[in-house]
């Protein structure tokens, strides 16, 4: 059991790049986040799904995209990368919402 | 709005003390609270979850309390070790306008000195 598993750890992109943060799970959660965390500010959530085929916007999803064709899997997808998205991407994922989230490794994103 | 605060940002202590860390959340309104930790560099791992139903939670060294009313958790530490230090970090579950969400405090970071 891998729990959740995220790649690439770290990258390095140009603004104006775009690239796919991949998560995967192996629980069969229902529901699956990304967050990013920067220092001093907390975690905030980007997208969420709560099934396969659903999705929907967290607090900060300006710049991002996501798709949810599987129960396993979740990407996001960076569109043009600027540096404010510099950031530790978090994925995770739960039964629900009010059950415990188990998350993911993290991928480091710079953007110069 | 949920709003989650946890004081000190950053505690410091001797090996073998016991010691308190706070969370604070403005809507009393919870259906629990979760504490987390995260070590350098990491994703975070779930310590514990305590129901809103519940006034306490164990796990080993670790103790979570729960009080809604005054909107506040403590998780205790007992006997503190170097492998205890990490950020702590709060959350709880919030929904609003029609979108869920984990709230969470900005952490703890807790540093047990040898």
């Known amino acids: 059991n891998a729990g959740v598993t995220q790649t690439p750890k770290f990258r390095i992109l140009k603004i104006g790049q775009s690239m796919t943060l991949q998560c995967a799970q192996d629980m069969n959660h229902n529901y699956m986040y990304w967050y990013r965390q920067d220092p001093g500010m907390g975690l905030k959530l980007i997208y969420y799904s709560v099934g396969a085929g659903i999705t929907d916007k967290g607090e900060v999803p300006n710049g991002y995209n996501v798709s949810r064709s599987t129960t396993e899997y979740f990407p996001l997808r960076l569109e043009l990368a600027a540096p404010s998205q510099t950031s530790v991407y978090f994925c995770?994922?739960?039964?629900?919402?009010?059950?415990?989230?188990?998350f993911g490794p993290g991928t480091r994103l710079t953007v110069l | 709005k949920q709003e989650v605060t946890q004081i000190p940002a950053a505690l410091s202590v001797p090996e073998g003390e016991n010691l308190v860390l706070n969370c604070s959340f403005t809507d009393s309104a919870i259906y629990n609270l979760q504490w987390f930790r995260q070590d350098p560099g990491k994703g975070l791992t779930s310590l514990l979850l305590i129901q809103s139903s519940q006034r306490e939670q164990t796990s080993g060294r670790l103790n979570a309390s729960l009080d809604k009313s005054s909107g506040r958790s403590t998780l205790y530490i007992a006997a503190s070790q170097p492998g205890d230090s990490a950020t702590y970090l709060c959350?709880?579950?919030?929904?609003?306008?029609?979108?869920?969400?984990?709230?969470f405090g900005k952490g703890t970071k807790l540093t047990v000195n040898p």
């Open positions: 995770a994922s739960s039964y629900s919402m009010i059950d415990t989230q188990y």
């Open positions: 959350a709880v579950p919030y929904a609003q306008g029609g979108s869920e969400k984990l709230v």
